[in-house]
């Protein structure tokens, strides 16, 4: 509707203009008192100090490299850097059309998923288990992803309750005592929350679950499965696009588990679910192109 349209453009201006002004204000401060650097590496420009600290950056000479910590479509981040370091070659077109032609585009091996694929050991043997390991990384309830919605995607991970152990890692935004409640409600009391780091969720688990986080790119590196656990799935660009690219598997359904769990039983998951070594290296999430960045 018009009205509502026309409440969030009220709000924006006077936002847009503090960030202008605060952006103005670190530039100001940094030209008076900081050296001149070489080279800034930086992994977020959206904040008015991160764009003062690039802008400064290049007004001096120096390298600005942007090594992106996410997909373009949950931030849709552009960059004034020089070099932009990309997770894989999937955002590649979409940053080409967007950012200035000088900027060198960078998508042969992300530093970050070569990193976590050296320090992440194979996936944990078989022998002895009767079911499966899942983490699931979870995304925080704000915005337009309701209490209600997450509920719905969580219900779709409770089918696997007594079918697959589940570890739930939390985002950083969420309280651990709401996510307890929630698995409550949706019937998953014995599901535990993960206080590991993330090499270490990683190594435990034979695949990751997620509504779409990012971090299927960093399972799929480290030859772990992916499930997309959607309850509406047309509603998630990010693990929608990664599935047109061939990378994960949707569960919309709890009762989608059990095609996917009998094939464990009998046999390693296939494609999609595990993406393939020469598929990897295809869309640049790994590849011996990598050290290219090393001049950096």
């Known amino acids: ?20 002004f605060t952006m103005e204000l670190g530039l100001a401060r940094l030209r008076r008192e900081e050296r ?52 894989s070659k999937i955002d590649e077109a979409w940053f080409r059309l967007r950012v200035d032609p000088s900027v060198r585009i960078h998508a042969n091996g992300h530093p970050r998923l070569e990193k976590i694929r050296q320090a992440t050991s194979a996936p944990p043997a078989r022998v002895g288990r009767i079911l499966p390991r899942i983490a699931f990384f979870s995304q925080p309830a704000e915005g337009e992803y309701t209490s ?7 219900r779709i991970l409770a089918g696997l309750a007594g079918k ?32 590991a780091g993330l090499e270490d969720d990683l190594c435990w688990c034979d695949a990751i679950a997620s509504s779409w986080s990012t971090v299927g790119l960093e399972a ?10 959607c309850a509406t799935p047309e509603l998630y660009e990010a693990s929608q696009e990664l599935r047109e690219y061939g990378i994960g598997a949707l569960v919309s359904d709890p009762a989608k588990w059990q095609s996917h769990l ?33 001049p950096f």
């Not at 991160?50 to 373009?72: C, D, N, P």
């Not at 209600?148 to 969580?154: G, I, L, S």
Request: aromatic share 6%; proline share 6%.
């Open 164 to 195: 697959a152990e589940v570890r739930i890692r939390l985002h950083p935004r969420e309280s651990k005592e709401q996510a307890l409640l929630a698995l409550e409600r949706i019937g998953a009391n014995d599901f535990k929350t993960s206080d």
């Open 148 to 154: 209600e919605r997450r509920d719905a995607d969580w």
């Open 36 to 87: 001149p650097l070489s080279s800034v590496h930086v992994t977020y420009e959206l904040a008015p100090d991160s764009k003062a600290l690039v802008l400064w950056a290049r007004e001096t000479g120096a390298k600005v490299i942007h090594v992106m910590h996410g997909q373009r479509l949950p931030t849709y981040q552009l960059t004034m850097a020089t070099d932009l370091v990309l997770l």
């Open 220 to 229: 799929a590196a480290c030859g772990r499965g992916i499930f997309w656990t």
């Open 1 to 20: 509707p018009l009205g509502r349209v026309e409440r969030r453009l009220t709000r924006f201006h006077p936002r847009l203009l503090e960030q202008i």
């Open 262 to 294: 009998d094939q464990w039983a009998t046999g390693p998951w296939g494609v999609p679910i595990l993406v393939p070594e020469e598929r990897l290296v295809e869309l640049g999430l790994i590849g011996a192109k990598s050290q290219e960045l090393r």
